[in-house]
């Protein structure tokens, strides 16, 4: 009965140090600082290649084209609404 006792007892410390571990992780990824980091490394990484450290032309001009597209349809549509 006593090491049972003590044996469920040492699972329960330990069961306890685990969810207190896994809080911990959640709570450092739910920090917005952490949040704001992990998505400006994100960007970075489409735009910036990690290995060279050079810029990827393709996607800048990808999106260079999609927000010029986008203000030349907002400059019709006013043009056509007047």
Do not use: W
């Not at 952490?34 to 735009?47: L, P």
């Not at 393709?58 to 549509?77: H, P």
């Amino acid at each position: 009965m006593t090491n049972e006792t003590s044996a469920l007892e040492h699972e329960i410390e330990e069961t306890r140090e685990r969810l207190a571990t896994t809080i911990d992780q959640l709570l450092y990824r739910a920090h917005p600082k952490t949040i704001v980091s992990r998505e400006v490394s994100s960007v970075r990484a489409h735009y910036v290649d990690p290995v060279t450290g050079q810029p990827r032309t393709d996607n800048i001009l990808k999106t260079v084209g999609g927000v010029v597209g986008v203000i030349v349809l907002f400059v019709i549509v006013r043009k056509v609404a007047r």
